[in-house]
Structures are given as C-alpha cells and as structure tokens.
Nanobody
C-alpha cells in the first residue's frame, strides 16, 4: 500500500550539509504526519524531526536550529535539510509515515539512508 524510499545520505565533513529526501507511494501522504528518525547500532531509534498535515513541525533538542523538515504534498516527498552537521549526527536515518484514523494507527518505514559525519 505504502512504500517509502530515502535518498541523499552520504559522507560529509563536520560543519557540512546534506539534504535527505523521502518519496512516498500511495494515496494517503497528504493526510499523514511524516517524520525522520535516526538510529546508531546499539542505540534506540530517535525522533529527529516531525511534520503534521498542517505543516506544524517539531525537532529533537539536539538538532534544533540546524535541521529543517519540510514536505511537498504534490510530490509526495518529505525533506530533511541538515546543516552544521556534527559527528554525533552519524546514524542511519529513517523516513516514517504516521497516520491515525478512527483510533487505528498506521506506521510505515523506509529502509534507511546512512549519514556519516567525519570529525
């Protein structure tokens, strides 16, 4: 029903920038909240940034002022602009689509894209 494909990860020096993209298939994108999570081996998956259907955004304290999440409903794509990257931002970044309708929760995940920040 829904597939999410991330792109834009890679290797960057500390202080550099990357822009992640997540393209979604399916018809529920515009009615769904979207988010970016990240995970390092041995660590719990962490919410990085989220955006609602009304474009309200929220960010983890660790990325506030550096990362920006946005969405393009016509393209069914969510973006994460990452500036001033730090080595501690190194992780696999996952795109998440989240929808609650009538008390039913639906979550869809991409396969992840690696971001590595060198010191």
């Amino acid at each position: 029903q829904v597939q999410l494909v991330e792109s834009g990860g890679g290797l960057v020096q500390a202080g550099g920038s990357l822009r992640l993209s997540c393209a979604a298939s399916g018809s529920i994108f515009s009615l769904s909240a979207m988010a970016w999570y990240r995970q390092t081996p041995g660590k719990q998956r962490e919410l990085v940034a989220g955006i609602t259907i009304l474009d309200t955004t929220n960010y983890a304290d660790s990325v506030k002022g550096r990362f920006t999440i946005s969405r393009d409903n016509a393209k069914r794509t969510v973006y994460l602009q990452m500036n001033s990257l730090k080595p501690e931002d190194t992780a696999v970044y996952f795109c998440n689509l989240h929808r609650v309708t009538g008390g039913v929760v639906r979550d869809y995940w991409g396969q992840g894209t690696q971001v590595t920040v060198s010191s």
